[in-house]
């Protein structure tokens, strides 16, 4: 709308795609993929939810996020266990995608 008051020689370039996401971001991820609401995340939410970060393999590492954070063998990421799934993404370097207006 405003773009003739922009000066010509200024280029915009999105940096978005080197922020980092924080921890708070990554759990509103996970959260949101429990689909059936009951709390806890399978390893199809984990599957989802690596999806969503652009992952390459999203299964593979639904897998191993789910070995490395599921403290009590039961195949399931429960509340006490969200901390060490956040920290293992967080590990990985997800990084935001598509949040920059500027493309």
Same mark, same amino acid.
Request: with cysteine; net charge positive.
């Given at each position: 709308? +405003?773009?003739?008051?922009?000066?010509?020689?200024?280029?915009?370039?999105?940096?978005?795609? &080197?922020?980092?996401?924080?921890?708070?971001? +990554?759990?509103?991820?996970?959260?949101?993929?429990?689909?059936?609401?009951?709390?806890?995340?399978?390893?199809?939410?984990?599957?989802?939810?690596?999806?969503?970060?652009?992952?390459?393999?999203?299964?593979?590492?639904?897998?191993?996020?789910? &070995?490395?954070?599921?403290?009590?063998?039961?195949? +399931?990421?429960?509340?006490?266990?969200?901390?060490?799934?956040?920290?293992?993404?967080?590990?990985?370097?997800?990084?935001?995608?598509?949040?920059?207006?500027?493309?």
């Amino acid at each position: 709308m +405003l773009e003739f008051l922009r000066p010509r020689n200024i280029i915009i370039r999105c940096t978005c795609a &080197h922020v980092r996401l924080t921890d708070v971001q +990554l759990t509103n991820i996970f959260k949101n993929c429990d689909i059936n609401g009951d709390g806890y995340l399978t390893k199809e939410d984990l599957t989802e939810a690596f999806r969503q970060l652009g992952s390459t393999f999203p299964g593979y590492r639904a897998a191993r996020a789910l &070995h490395r954070a599921d403290k009590n063998g039961d195949g +399931l990421i429960d509340k006490e266990e969200l901390d060490q799934l956040v920290e293992y993404a967080r590990k990985r370097g997800y990084r935001l995608r598509n949040a920059c207006s500027s493309k």
